[in-house]
């Protein structure tokens, strides 16, 4: 059984470009939260999907958007990039119900330069 | 609002002694805590968790920690430290008022000295 997985594992952008992460959450589950762990620092909750849609949301700005798919799947868009989005993007799946039992994938990480 | 202090961001022991992590919590309901590990270009990994059962909560690679409501605390420990368990640790809470979302402390650093 497929655990969390995350691609791509690094990615560098410049300065006012786009990007697009991917999660494909654990077999069985159905919620998708994504996460940006500066350096340093505990990871930060941006944004959790559930049914295709946005659940909930932290304190990150319109530039960051998601999606989930039928497939549960998710993405994570970061638009007009900044130096201070380079960090550690984590995704973790959940099952709704059991939304304390997350497992999070790898993680990607971003530079932008 | 839901908050976690981590009040030791390195901690340094010998292998073979005792390992104690702190963390203080803030919730504004019966919280769920957690602690994870992450190991070096690892994802997070769940060492344990409580969610309102036995206050002593046992977990993965003979680590424990103790809900401890009047103290607003849940320290993690082991009796006994192994060069495996140096890694960057991160105690979480999170409760129902927020949608059970994960806060984060900013991570204790275990260093094991051979």
């Known amino acids: 059984d497929a655990g969390v997985t995350q691609s791509p594992t690094h990615l560098i952008k410049t300065r006012g470009q786009q990007v697009t992460l991917r999660c494909s959450p654990k077999s069985g589950h159905d919620t998708v939260s994504w996460y940006q762990q500066a350096l340093g620092q505990g990871p930060q909750f941006i944004f959790q999907?559930?049914?295709?849609?946005?659940?909930q949301r932290g304190n990150f700005p319109d530039r960051f958007s998601g999606h989930q798919f039928p497939n549960y799947s998710s993405e994570l868009n970061v638009n007009a990039l900044l130096l201070g989005d380079s960090a550690l993007y984590l995704c973790?799946?959940?099952?709704?119900?059991?939304?304390?039992?997350?497992?999070f994938g790898p993680g990607t990480r971003l530079t932008v330069t | 609002a839901q908050s976690v202090t981590q009040l030791d961001s390195h901690v340094s022991v010998s292998e073979g002694t005792p390992v104690l992590l702190r963390c203080n919590y803030s919730?504004?309901?019966?919280?769920?805590l957690f602690w994870y590990v992450q190991h070096p270009n690892k994802g997070l990994q769940l060492l344990l968790k409580y969610t309102s059962a036995a206050t002593l909560v046992k977990g993965i690679n003979g680590f424990e920690a103790e809900f401890k409501k009047s103290e607003t605390s849940f320290h993690l420990t082991k009796p006994s430290a192994h060069m495996s368990d140096a890694a960057e640790y991160f105690c979480?809470?999170?409760?129902?008022?927020?949608?059970?979302?994960?806060?984060f402390g900013t991570g204790t650093s275990l260093t094991v000295i051979p």
């Open positions: 919730s504004s309901y019966s919280p769920s």
């Open positions: 979480v809470v999170s409760d129902q008022a927020t949608g059970n979302q994960f806060y």
């Open positions: 973790a799946s959940s099952r709704l119900g059991a939304n304390y039992e997350q497992y």
């Open positions: 999907y559930y049914e295709e849609e946005e659940r």
